[in-house]
């Protein structure tokens, strides 16, 4: 089965401080992962994907996420946190025989303190 | 130029009624997908439309879901009767070519909360 696990529900970062959101995922072949922000009232919007190349993909608002296949992880990070990304970040995967249909995780609802 | 838009935004419906959700895609995209996520969990796929034909459906729950795509512009998704377990957000995505192509990004909407007491 194909799927993406969030482990955390809730990040808490203060503001300026790295921030890592984690996302592990389980899918035969080569992985296509996404991770997509909600801000309030706000629909999903895209950060960044992976599908080849170069380990560490940078993306919107100054996120970058590594790929480590060994792990089969996808962490979003961020070097220094905004109050302004606080919002609920969702990792994806894409079906890898329908390539039209994804597998989200549970969400991760980070939180940054001024 | 709008982006996808969903109507309600919030419902509230009593157990044995039926709601209908709408989703306006943005203009062109021929390709218009409908997800849910219910009690706070993962998001999860229920169906990919190509114009008005239904391409995957294969995540619809059962048969008191009915979505349809008239005409291969907006979108309803029917829930009749719901259930207490239909309960969730109920988001719409359009994009413009398949996922994985260069016009495939995905353009989702704000979300249809159903609530069913």
């Known amino acids: 089965a194909q799927s993406v696990a969030q482990p955390e529900d809730q990040v808490n970062v203060a503001e300026g401080n790295p921030l890592t959101v984690k996302c592990t995922y389980s899918v035969s072949g080569n992985p296509y992962l996404f991770w997509y922000v909600q801000y309030p009232n706000r629909g999903l919007q895209f950060l960044l994907k992976y599908i080849t190349g170069d380990n560490l993909v940078k993306g919107s608002y100054g996120f970058e996420a590594e790929f480590n296949k060994s792990q089969t992880s996808f962490h979003l990070k961020k070097p220094s946190a905004l109050v302004s990304d606080s919002a609920l970040y969702f990792c994806a995967v894409r079906d890898v025989y329908n390539f039209n249909k994804f597998y989200f995780g549970s969400g991760t609802k980070l939180n940054v303190k001024p | 130029e709008a982006g996808v838009t969903q109507f309600p935004s919030h419902s509230v419906i009593e157990k044995g009624q039926t709601v209908t959700l709408r989703c306006d895609p943005i203009s062109g995209h021929d390709n218009l997908y409908w997800y849910r996520r219910v009690m706070g969990k993962e998001i999860k796929f229920l169906l990919h439309?190509?114009?008005?034909?239904?391409?995957?459906e294969s995540g619809m729950p059962n048969n008191r879901f009915l979505a349809e795509r008239t005409g291969g512009t907006y979108s309803t998704l029917k829930v009749q009767p719901a259930e207490l377990e239909d309960s969730g957000v109920y988001f719409c995505?359009?994009?413009?070519?398949?996922?994985?192509?260069?016009?495939?990004?995905?353009?989702f909407g704000e979300g249809s909360r159903l609530t069913v007491l």
């Open positions: 995505a359009s994009s413009l070519g398949f996922v994985g192509s260069p016009t495939g990004e995905l353009f």
């Open positions: 439309f190509v114009k008005e034909s239904k391409q995957d």
